[in-house]
Structure formats: C-alpha cells, structure tokens
C-alpha cells in the first residue's frame, strides 16, 4: 500500500503537464497578437512616411512599446513552461544540444525559475512605466520629481537585478 501511495505521488507531477501545454499554447497567442502589432506598426509608419504627423509619430512609439511588451509576455510564458517542464518532468535533451539552451534553460530549483522571471516581468514594468511616461506630461514641479525618483527606483531595482 505504502509503494502504491508513493507510485501515486510520483506520478501526479506528471499534471504539471496541463500548466506546461497550457503556457506553450498562451506563448503562441501572444506571439501571434505581437504579430498583429507589427503589423499595425508598419501601417503606421507607412502613414508616417507619407505625412510626417507628430500624431502617428507618437502612435508609433506607442506601439512599439506594446510591441516590446507583448513578446516579453510570451517570453515569460515559453520560460516558465520551460521551467515548469524541468523540475517537475524532466530535463530538456535538446536544450542540452543547444548554445541557447544553456543561456535560457539552467534551471535547477523554484528559486531560479522565480529569479528568471523575475527579470523578465521586471523589464515588462520598466516598459509600462516608460510607456506611462511617454504619455504623462508633468503639471507641476513635484510630478517632475515623481518622475525623477521612478526613474531612480527603477535604475536601482535593475542594479539589484543583475547579483
């Protein structure tokens, strides 16, 4: 009874499998929606070329923030499947076969999948806030200081990142 159990147990990592499938899958509707953006992006500079208006400009700037933004999310999805496949599965052969498998895939605990995307969520809100600030135009001297002590707290928080 005590082998079953324990059969049992070792068995039920294999439903990690649903998280794994279910972010690859995500990762593939972020990436096509990424795509949907460029190609947005490139009916904008098309209408820029042509008419040279700050408007679109603007427009365009946002959407390539969007555009950063969007395949970072993808990027945390495929990282955390990748992740969630090696601790609980298995370790990726052809990751192993792979230069960039060693870059992206050295995960050997929870905590450095956490540290992993860590990083990455850390850009994506480095991003937002640039893409807040793009829009937000100061009225008074103390936004202008928010403004200056984000910027700070953010150049700090990547310092701190990179241990």
């Known amino acids: 009874m005590h082998q079953l159990f324990e059969r049992f147990l070792w068995s039920s990592r294999l439903s990690v499998m649903v998280g794994v499938v279910s972010c690859i899958i995500a990762a593939f509707v972020v990436f096509a929606m990424g795509l949907k953006d ?15 208006s ?7 700037v946002m959407v390539v923030v969007e555009i950063l ?21 298995s370790n990726l052969g052809e990751a192993s076969k792979s230069e960039a498998g060693g870059k ?3 995960i050997s605990s929870i905590d450095s999948l956490k540290s992993k995307l860590g990083k ?12 807040f600030f793009s829009e937000m135009k100061p009225a008074t001297s103390l936004d202008l ?8 707290l ?3 928080s990547l310092k701190l990142s990179k241990d």
Do not use: P
Not at 69 to 89: H, K, P, Q, R
Not at 145 to 152: A, F
């Open 69 to 89: 933004d969007t395949f970072l999310l993808g990027s945390v999805l495929l990282i955390f499947a990748f992740g969630l496949y090696e601790l609980f599965i």
């Open 154 to 156: 953010i150049a700090w």
């Open 120 to 131: 990455v969520i850390l850009m994506m809100l480095i991003i937002k806030v640039f893409s």
């Open 38 to 52: 460029v190609v947005h992006m490139l009916q904008l500079i098309w209408g820029y070329v042509f008419s040279g």
């Open 145 to 152: 200081l928010y403004m200056g002590v984000t910027v700070v």
């Open 54 to 60: 700050h408007a679109i400009r603007n427009d365009l």
């Open 104 to 106: 992206i895939l050295i």
